[in-house]
């Protein structure tokens, strides 16, 4: 099956969909900082949003226009997250959704909005009143690499990826882009990530198959630990591929999941590589577990400890810190099972140190990228996560950035 999806070299936008992004002046330095799309053909739609309980007036918006289905544009805005902004806030979001509708000629319950950026901030709603017209007469096939970068924050990178595949004797495309670098954890980490593609599929299914792809990706990504107000996912497709429908079980079915699945694995781990302050890349990988949950406890408390991170980036193969955090994961652990590997190379064997020279482990930890592996050997649950290191960069970046973007008021 993997043979036939394939990664485009460039990102595209499949056929029926347009996008745009723009500078609105919302970002003092002036880059883009507002971004539409849009499909001139009806869609089906499916959305995952921040299990955060705080959430931001954009997500609560989007939440109940994705209700009313055929969402047909988006708008986004970055460097203010429009949270925790009261009732002007949502008031705010919904004047975004109006401002898109007016320009489009579209009813501003087809209209999704997100925001990224500070939060407890009011949104300058105004700028983006004044841009929305403008942004609309870009709206390009070729726009999705300025859509892209409209939507960045502390990212270093702008992230897209674009795949095709046959559906039902149709060649269809998913194309995809993601933001975020800080505070990325599992369950909805803090980040908005759009997808759009051409293949006709029904509802139900999309929303099924989207819900069980984040969990497999996104929801399988760390930085930080922390979690934001603001994450959204948004799939969109319109069917203008004018592939037959698939059908529940078919191989159909499969492979666009398949296909979701690369363009939004290929996203979550960019995610990670351009953590911020994130000198490494890390592959936790967990076995043995009593169940499944319990292998996810074990590589969420590990890619979530500060130690083990800092560890990581000063190439240090501490295992003891890793299987502290094994023992408070709240899984089941018997200490005298437990197994630790960097990359192929025993670190721990049954809970006590494994002969492996530590000059060799630490030429593993020192890799730009490598894999931890932990088997709990009491039964055959299994998790990956992927994360990165956490370094000075990280801590600099993130000391004084409320203080410094209000101090002007």
């Not at 209700?67 to 708008?75: E, F, P, T």
């Not at 998790?383 to 203080?403: G, M, P, Q």
Request: hydrophobic share 40%.
């Amino acid at each position: 099956m993997a043979e036939i999806i394939t990664k485009l070299r460039t990102a595209r936008l499949p056929f029926g969909f347009r996008a745009a992004g723009i500078s609105s002046g919302i970002k003092e330095n002036g880059s883009k900082d507002l971004g539409v799309v849009v499909s001139d053909f009806p869609t089906v739609s499916a959305a995952t949003f921040t299990t955060n309980r705080i959430k931001a007036a954009p997500v609560r918006l989007s939440q109940r226009h994705l209700r009313h289905g055929d969402i047909r544009a988006l708008i986004v805005n970055s460097g203010n997250a429009n949270a925790c902004n009261g009732k002007q806030g949502f008031n705010d979001a919904k004047l975004m959704t109006q401002f898109a509708a007016s320009s489009l000629g579209l009813d501003p319950r087809q209209i999704f909005v997100c925001s990224t950026g500070i939060i407890g901030y009011p949104l300058p709603v105004e700028k983006v009143r004044s841009a929305t017209p403008k942004i609309v007469k870009k709206l390009r096939v070729s726009g999705w690499k300025d859509f892209s970068q409209s939507i960045m924050t502390s990212d270093k990178v702008n992230k897209v990826c674009s795949v095709k595949t046959l559906i039902g004797g149709k060649e269809i495309t998913i194309t995809g882009t993601a933001k975020g670098s800080g505070m990325i954890a599992p369950n909805m980490a803090t980040m908005l990530a759009f997808f759009v593609t051409d293949a006709a599929i029904s509802e139900a299914d999309l929303r099924e198959k989207t819900k069980l792809v984040v969990n497999e990706t996104f929801n399988c990504i760390s930085v930080d630990g922390d979690m934001s107000t603001n994450d959204t996912v948004l799939v969109l497709a319109n069917g203008t591929a004018k592939n037959r429908r698939p059908k529940k079980g078919s191989k159909d079915l499969n492979r666009f999941t398949e296909a979701l699945n690369n363009v939004m694995l290929d996203l979550a781990k960019q995610l990670v590589r351009d953590g911020e302050g994130a000198s490494k890349f890390i592959r936790i990988e967990v076995e043995g577990a009593s169940s499944d949950l319990d292998a996810k406890k074990v590589a969420r408390a590990v890619a979530e400890s500060s130690l083990v991170k800092c560890s990581w980036n000063g190439s240090d193969p501490n295992w003891g810190r890793v299987i502290d955090a094994v023992g408070y994961s709240g899984a089941r652990v018997d200490e005298n099972k437990v197994d630790i590997y960097f990359g192929p190379l025993p670190a721990a064997i049954n809970g006590i140190v494994a002969p492996t020279p530590i000059g060799k482990l630490k030429a593993q930890v020192s890799k730009k990228e490598f894999t931890l592996r932990i088997n709990l050997n009491i039964g055959k649950g299994v998790h990956r996560v992927f994360t990165s290191d956490l370094s000075e960069e990280y801590v600099a970046y993130n000391r004084l950035e409320y203080a410094l973007k209000i101090q002007g008021r």
